[in-house]
């Protein structure tokens, strides 16, 4: 019904029609499916209150083609229904005085449907109309808002690159880590925010893949390592979807820096799967392992640990990480 009364049939004619013409149009047609309907209906109920439909139609007309396509639903209808239906049950050659009365209150209680409506239609199309501004206010104020946000991340990363200039080995190591971790908060919000605003939703399987091209060319892995991703289908809060990029973003960075060290070639492969109840987001290597820590060591390891274990936190999951000879895999569940 929101739909009917939001959209004005009678313009959709223009520009072939005039408005007015098109709101004569779309009259007809309520009086003419009123019509069939009633008929119908009198071959399997003859006689049942003949004009029952007709506040109905006129009601529909109205709310579809405004007030003008409500009367002519209402003139059409009632004449099909004078001359069509009443003299069959009327004895007489004229109508007596019960099908007089009955025929004024038709009419008015026609007339009333159609006020009531186009009441109603006029002030639902007003508050439509509210509600797409203060829409295009808002996506306004969102776009401006992530363009300055863009531009934050851009003044933080030149300061960063720098400062580094600067700085002495281990000082320059830390900002250069600094700095990656920026890169990567900005590559996320670059690729969830880019679309329409104001859209809560993300197709976490199109993001993932884009943003695992995004790493390839990011750091420059040529053919030496491959990132490949296999992601369900699945719309996912953006809040969450965000959480997500950045684990991929720092366990695939990591990854890269340190899971090859002395071998020419290695694949790392990001997936992300559907299962009862929530998804799993995984991350895995085939490169050198890591000697696995204890859970006190873990609590005072590295930032990427805790920035892992963080993320995973915001998204609601946990993290499992299995690691050996043949390489290391990250695996967080994560609850619907």
């Known amino acids: 019904m929101g739909r009917i009364i939001e ?38 109920l003859p006689g049942v209150v003949p004009f029952a439909l007709i506040p109905p139609a006129v009601m529909v007309a109205t709310l579809a083609g405004g007030g003008l396509a409500g009367l002519v639903t209402l003139v059409v209808a009632t004449c099909f229904t004078w001359l069509v239906l009443v003299p069959r049950y009327s004895t007489l ?25 186009d009441v109603f239609r006029r002030a639902v199309r007003a508050a439509a109309r509210e509600r797409d501004r203060q829409i295009a206010e808002r996506d306004l104020f969102l776009a401006e808002f992530e363009h300055r946000v863009k531009n934050n991340f851009a003044v933080v990363a030149s300061l960063l690159e720098l400062q580094k200039r600067g700085a002495d080995p281990a000082t320059a190591a830390a900002l250069s880590a600094a700095l990656a971790r920026v890169e990567s908060i900005a590559r996320a919000h670059r690729h969830l925010y880019r679309g329409t605003p104001g859209v809560e939703a993300v197709q976490i399987a199109d993001y993932l893949n884009e943003l695992c091209q995004a790493l390839g060319r990011a750091l420059v892995l040529g053919d030496r390592i ?24 720092e366990l695939v960075t990591n990854a890269a820096k340190h899971a090859f060290e002395g071998r020419d070639h290695g694949e790392i492969m990001v997936g992300f799967s559907t299962v009862s109840g929530g998804w ?26 805790r920035l892992v274990e963080a993320f995973a936190r915001q998204a ?21």
Request: glycine residues 12%; hydrophobic residues 50%.
């Open 7 to 44: 959209t004005d049939l009678a313009a959709t004619f223009a520009p072939w029609l005039p408005r007015w013409l098109g709101a004569i149009g779309v009259g007809l047609i309520c009086a003419g499916i009123a019509g069939l309907v009633r008929i119908a209906l009198d071959l399997a």
């Open 93 to 117: 050659l004229l109508p007596d005085p019960h099908w007089g009365a009955t025929m004024i209150v038709v009419v008015l209680s026609g007339l009333v449907t159609l006020a009531l409506a």
């Open 226 to 249: 491959r990132i490949s991703c296999s992601a369900d289908a699945a719309q996912l809060p953006r809040d969450r979807a965000v959480s997500i990029g950045l684990i991929v973003n």
């Open 280 to 305: 799993l987001l995984s991350v895995a290597d085939n490169g050198t392992g890591f000697a696995p820590r204890d859970p006190e060591e873990r609590r005072e390891g590295g930032l990427g640990t």
């Open 316 to 336: 609601r999951g946990t993290v499992q990480v299995e690691t050996g000879a043949q390489g290391t895999r990250t695996v967080i569940a994560m609850e619907a």
